[in-house]
């Protein structure tokens, strides 16, 4: 089956405890990116890949890191979380140049202390 | 910069009653729009996408550039429709995945 996997589903930790939130596709996408979803605020935009070794800031990349090293899985790492990245997250990947339609992974729950 | 508006956070309608779910844009170019759709517990999906110009789920949408907007549209809403509904915009029409600018969403609730 196609699809985004993310893991964990749910993570609690405590400040300044580093992390790593794992995606992966199997449908041969170019295009990863990673989004946060808040309250009142939507979907906001991490950081993006565009393929394997190329990745770039998105609208909030602040106390995030990402690797491509393969073209199936996109990290998100962070070094030293904080309280106001207690957030949802989501993975998501799209085949390049077909119009954008994204397949979102189903969520990261994080909880920082 | 490219913005996307999303006015109503909270829309409540009855079931069987039209639905109209607003989205505005500035861009400077040629935008390709979006709507995604979150159902409870769900993934985000793509709903429907300007350029394929289609009715999905009887949900149509069209893009007037002229006031900027692809608001979500249907005659007679379904309480399985109840989900937040976001609209995105991408800078590019052409190829190239650089990305989606995303509204803040709009929770579409159906009252039985």
């Known amino acids: 089956e196609a699809q985004v996997t993310q893991n964990p589903r749910y993570l609690i930790t405590v400040t300044g405890k580093k992390l790593t939130v794992t995606c992966s596709q199997n449908?041969?996408?170019?295009?990863m990116s990673w989004y946060r979803q808040d309250p009142g605020l939507g979907l906001r935009q991490i950081y993006y890949?565009?393929?394997?070794?190329?990745?770039d800031k998105g609208d909030v990349p602040e106390g995030y890191k990402v690797s491509r090293k393969e073209k199936r899985n996109f990290p998100l790492i962070l070094e030293s979380p904080s309280p106001n990245q207690t957030s949802l997250y989501f993975c998501?990947?799209?085949?390049?140049?077909?119009?954008?339609?994204?397949?979102f992974g189903s969520g990261t729950q994080l909880s920082v202390l | 910069a490219q913005r996307v508006t999303q006015p109503e956070k909270l829309l409540s309608v009855f079931k069987g009653a039209p639905v109209e779910l607003k989205c505005n844009y500035s861009?400077?170019?040629?935008?390709?729009l979006f709507w995604y759709v979150q159902y409870s517990r769900q993934r985000l999906q793509l709903l429907l996408r300007?350029?394929s110009r289609e009715s999905i789920k009887g949900f149509t949408a069209d893009l007037n550039k002229g006031e900027t907007s692809f608001h979500l549209k249907k005659p007679f809403a379904q309480e399985e429709d109840s989900a937040m509904y976001y609209c995105?915009?991408?800078?590019?029409?052409?190829?190239?995945?650089?990305?989606?600018?995303f509204g803040k969403g709009t929770h579409l609730i159906i009252q039985p």
């Open positions: 998501a990947s799209s085949l390049s140049g077909t119009g954008k339609k994204l397949f």
């Open positions: 449908m041969n996408h170019e295009y």
């Open positions: 890949s565009m393929n394997v070794e190329v990745t």
């Open positions: 861009y400077s170019g040629s935008p390709e």
């Open positions: 300007h350029i």
């Open positions: 995105a915009l991408s800078p590019n029409s052409g190829g190239g995945a650089d990305g989606l600018t």
